[in-house]
């Protein structure tokens, strides 16, 4: 099992307890990663990022490096569709993948149920209650991406090759064409 630059909780000095570095949605997904065996790296930002672009700013690469994983309604299923972070998705494109005739963007409320993640922190793993996960075929053309990767001031980086693998995502075409 390779796996770089997972942070272990530290002991605290006063506690024989374990403490955590991380909140829990990010430990989910760092214990889904040590679990998968992934060769992936978690990060903690100084600042949150409200949006891609910030993201992309905050880790020093390009914007189409930052992976967008968007929930959507498909037929009251929940599809979670991923994009580079210089497009939007299709909802169209989304709707045809998951074999559906509409796809809307989830409400916030939906989209904590679904992922148990908060909006616009919503890492492309663990998503045991969702059906399908999609990734736009563009992001395969990168050697590695940054997604999220449970907080707004945390994020993953691994290959395209390993998001699809962790995720079980379907490569297709979900983005807008701009």
Partial sequence: MSLACLRMPRRAAYSSRVTRLWPEPVERVRTYLLRAGAEARVEELPLPTRTAAEAARAVGCDL????????????????VAMVPGDRRADPGK????????KARVASPERVRAAT??????????????????????SLLRHDWVWAGAGSSRHL???SPAELVRLSRAIVTDVAREE
């Fill in 64 to 79: 189409d490096r930052i992976v967008k994983a968007l929930v959507l309604e498909c037929d009251g299923r929940p599809v």
């Fill in 94 to 101: 989304v709707a045809r993948a998951a074999g559906v005739t």
């Fill in 116 to 137: 148990g993640f908060e909006p616009g922190a919503v890492a492309p793993f663990p998503l045991p209650q969702v059906d399908r996960v999609l990734i736009d075929r």
């Fill in 156 to 158: 993953v980086r691994l």
